[in-house]
Nanobody, 123 residues
Framework: QVQLIESGGGLVQAGGSLRLSCAAS????????MGWFRQAPGKEREFVAG???????SYADSVKGRFTIARDNAKNTVYLQMNSLKPGDTAVYYC?????????????????WGQGTRVTVSS
């Protein structure tokens, strides 16, 4: 059974930082792309960042220069370092994994999802 567990969310002031982690278990994800998505209240789930097994990265324009995605294949873990946070970054953040090693932005292309971790940025 595939399991993705996110952690690291919380409440932070604007301009602050958080580091999200997503630990995968049940299967090896060393050859699969992983991604972070977020969903704010009343909005659709949106792509934030993705990373391939070989560490090719992709970011949404809204987070470029502020967020950094990384992965530790030995630990089956993906990270999202979030700096210079803004109130507009407030959302539930989800990690997800594909069945292939190509990073895409469409959420329906990701086969497995975590339960999410809430990030709240106060102004």
């Amino acid at each position: 059974q595939v399991q993705l567990i996110e952690s690291g969310g919380g409440l932070v002031q604007a301009g602050g930082s958080l580091r999200l982690s997503c630990a995968a278990s049940g299967r090896t994800f060393n050859t699969r792309a992983m991604g972070w998505f977020r969903q704010a209240p009343g909005k659709e789930r949106e792509f934030v960042a993705g990373i391939s097994w070989s560490a090719g990265k992709s970011y949404a324009d809204s987070v470029k220069g502020r967020f950094t995605i990384a992965r530790d294949n030995a630990k089956n873990t993906v990270y999202l370092q979030m700096n210079s946070l803004k109130p507009g970054d407030t959302a539930v953040y989800y990690c997800a994994v594909r069945e292939t090693d190509l990073v895409v932005t469409r959420s329906r292309e990701y086969a497995h999802w975590g339960q999410g971790t809430r990030v709240t940025v106060s102004s």
